[in-house]
Nanobody
């Protein structure tokens, strides 16, 4: 199993980015999916979560600005990020957790930097 995170970069405050997490070696429909982030000197935190039926959860700090989506046919999870602020600067990681098993996988992370 391999997860490949991509889409990060440098953006000005107020801008948008879309992150992607492409999975190989698993059936995405069998997994819950999530995005986490870790800023320098801080703990890794949950940003957004989505299961296969479509239920979602978001951290309070990103509600209304970020949207998690998934395309099971493409085995890809997305994180649309709007109205970005410098506080969103972090490395963003995709995570997939098998619903009826023990599979638990992380992407390698993608850096998001938001300038003032």
């Amino acid at each position: 199993v391999q997860l490949l995170d991509s889409g990060g970069g440098l953006v000005q405050a107020g801008g948008s980015l879309t992150l992607s997490c492409a999975a190989s070696g698993l059936r995405l429909s069998m997994y819950d999916t999530a995005w986490y982030r870790q800023a320098p000197l801080k703990e890794r935190e949950l940003v957004a979560w989505r299961n296969n039926p479509g239920a979602t959860r978001y951290a309070d700090a990103v509600k209304g600005r970020f949207t998690i989506s998934r395309d099971n046919a493409k085995s890809t999870v997305y994180l649309q990020m709007n109205s970005l602020s410098p506080d969103d600067t972090a490395v963003y990681y995709c995570k997939m957790t098998e619903r009826m098993g023990h599979g638990n996988y992380w992407g390698q992370g993608t850096q998001v930097t938001v300038s003032p």
